[in-house]
């Protein structure tokens, strides 16, 4: 229970006073309340065993329902209240009261709805006039023996509230509670201390006070340690969007690849969580599991802050800082002005009509054969999945059939040694050197990522991001692990990076792809041992492609996908292998 029965204070009207008033209040720093012959060994004992299970405790709304429970405990409070300090405000924490059953905040608690406590009032005076307030203001701890008899401070909200609850709130302890560098973080109230015998409202004494103002400071510096180590996890992901930031200055594909394979990766992974049967019964992911596949899905892709932008936005065969098609172009008219000139020359030297005639349509077959070729050219410039070998050898055939005088005067066939092989690349725009500097984004990420000092919670963060391009035959990169080697983390990784890579629109060398052709190139690769068996067919029986289609992919991409005809994939059947490594 909090001020005034959880209804912030009026205006003060008395000036806070240290000494003891009528009401037994005490007004004292924390560390000089002492300590009588009195104070049980069970006691202190207990705030030993509260201090050590404190230290231990990294989730806020445990730490909080511990704290106030362990205070509740050491004086048979029948209530309290814990407030945190936020914007020069006092907001509920957690609320609990055992006579009227009230649990709200904390663990297990029903959601709190309380207006926060100011502390400082409109024309910028302290608000004193609220116990809370007043506390975490001077720092002071305030003990009050019966609120209805207090002038200090404005009770008339805690009259209503017992008024209407058929409680009566009388004894208060409001503790600040200081961190190691004695900054108040919060406020620890208590209400009503019942007399273990007999069960009648007592006063707070001396031995309480002192109990709870150790617990007060221990809980203090256990919880700021509990937010700086957030605030490191905010800036650590701060930097993580940092670097995705940079690869979005850099190339925006990139940028939408790695905001996306997260989204994918999660879906999964709580599919795979939800498993009760077959290879994955076992396989669960706890908030700081999840929070450390979320990063390393994050970072999957960080070491191609290092890859060239020319070689990542690369959307034609030809293509470097710009596209050399427009070379070829120059190329094509300088053959073709040269054929025109000959033939000019060809009709003056004509004898007859006859002859003219024949010239000027030996040129005209030649040029329509000239762009021809260069329309194929052009056509070939573009990445597909397939360029056959007969489209090859045109490309081939066409470089070195046609010639032009190079602006050193030399006559050199029209396409030189590395453009047609860049041309006859049989998948995708990228040639076998240009991959390998691809490909070699995952080593960079890894010694990035295995350079960093990981806390515990993360650790296996460089290992899962790092192992999305492996495969299950042990025939991918860049270490060639195989299924058993790799955490089920990273296998899921792999299926999010390459479903993310068919499905995007954004990519500059190809459209995004329908769901059924998507999950049907998905399952070849199953067949070819590329992804992992098991984790495909979670994929598409729990149907993790559609939620992420609805939200992310364009309707025109949704289309309707018959699972028994997608290459491998084993229906509802679940393997009974259960040895996954997890």
Not at 42 to 66: C, F, K, M, P
Not at 238 to 258: M, Q, R
Not at 312 to 317: A, F, G, N, P, R
Request: net charge negative; charged share 25%.
């Amino acid at each position: 229970m909090g001020d005034a029965g959880f209804v912030s204070a009026e205006a003060p009207t008395t000036p806070l006073s240290p000494q003891m008033g009528d009401a037994g209040f005490v007004s004292a720093e924390a560390s000089t309340t002492p300590l009588s012959s009195g104070v049980s060994l069970e006691r202190l004992e207990r705030l030993v065993t509260i201090g050590i299970e404190l230290s231990s405790q990294r989730d806020l709304d445990a730490l909080l329902s511990q704290i106030l429970e362990a205070a509740q405990v050491l004086t048979h409070a029948d209530g309290g209240t814990i407030y945190l300090i936020r914007k020069k405000q006092l907001e509920f924490a957690i609320i609990r009261n055992q006579s009227l059953g009230i649990h709200l905040g904390g663990r297990g608690g029903k959601a709190l709805a309380h207006d926060p406590i100011p502390m400082y009032l409109a024309d910028g005076s302290p608000n004193l006039s609220t116990v809370s307030a007043s506390a975490a203001i001077s720092g002071k701890t305030i003990n009050i023996a019966d609120a209805y008899d207090s002038s200090e401070f404005d009770f008339s909200g805690t009259r209503r509230f017992d008024a209407l609850n058929g409680y009566r709130s009388q004894s208060f302890l409001t503790v600040p509670m200081k961190d190691h560098e004695s900054k108040v973080i919060g406020v620890l109230q208590l209400i009503n201390a019942l007399d273990s015998d007999t069960g009648e409202i007592i006063p707070f004494d001396h031995d309480d006070q002192y109990l709870v103002e150790s617990l007060a400071s221990q809980a203090a510096v256990v919880m700021n340690n509990r937010q700086l180590i957030e605030r490191l996890e905010e800036l650590f992901v701060a930097f993580i969007k940092l670097i995705s930031n940079a690869l979005d200055e850099k190339s925006p594909y990139t940028h939408g690849h790695c905001q996306r394979v997260p989204e994918i990766t999660m879906l999964l992974a709580d599919a795979v969580s939800r498993t009760e049967q077959g290879p994955f019964k076992n396989f669960s992911l706890s908030a700081k599991d999840r929070r450390e596949l979320e990063i390393a899905a994050l970072m999957h892709d960080c070491g191609k802050i290092t890859t060239p932008v020319h070689i990542v936005d690369k959307s034609t065969k030809l293509e470097t800082i710009f596209d050399r098609i427009h070379l070829l172009d120059a190329r094509f008219e300088v053959i073709r002005r040269d054929a025109r000139i000959r033939a000019l020359e060809a009709q003056l030297a004509s004898p007859g009509i006859a002859a003219a005639q024949a010239a000027l349509e030996e040129y005209e077959q030649f040029r329509a054969a000239l762009d021809q070729a260069r329309d194929f050219l052009r056509q070939a410039n573009v990445g597909g999945e397939f360029m056959s070998p007969d489209m090859q050898a045109r490309v081939r055939d066409i470089g070195q059939r046609y010639h032009w005088r190079n602006p050193a005067g030399e006559v050199v066939p029209l396409l030189s040694e590395e453009e047609a092989d860049k041309l006859c690349i049989a998948k995708g725009t990228l040639s076998a050197e240009e991959r390998e500097i691809i490909n070699y984004h995952i080593v960079s990420t890894i010694h990035m990522l295995e350079a960093l000092p990981w806390p515990a919670h993360l650790r296996n963060v460089p290992e899962f991001a790092g192992g999305h391009h492996e495969r299950m035959d042990g025939k991918g990169y860049p270490k060639g692990l195989t299924r058993e080697q790799m955490s089920v983390q990273a296998r899921i990784m792999g299926i999010a990076d390459i479903f993310e890579a068919l499905t995007a629109c954004d990519r500059p060398y190809k459209p995004g792809m329908t769901l059924s052709r998507s999950l049907a190139i998905l399952g070849r690769m199953k067949l070819d041992n590329h992804i992992d068996p098991d984790l495909f067919d979670v994929f598409v029986r729990e149907k993790v492609y559609l939620q992420y289609a609805r939200a992310f992919l364009k309707p025109e991409q949704i289309d309707t996908v018959d699972d028994s005809a997608i290459p491998g994939y084993t229906g509802a059947a679940l393997p009974t292998d259960n040895t996954q490594k997890l």
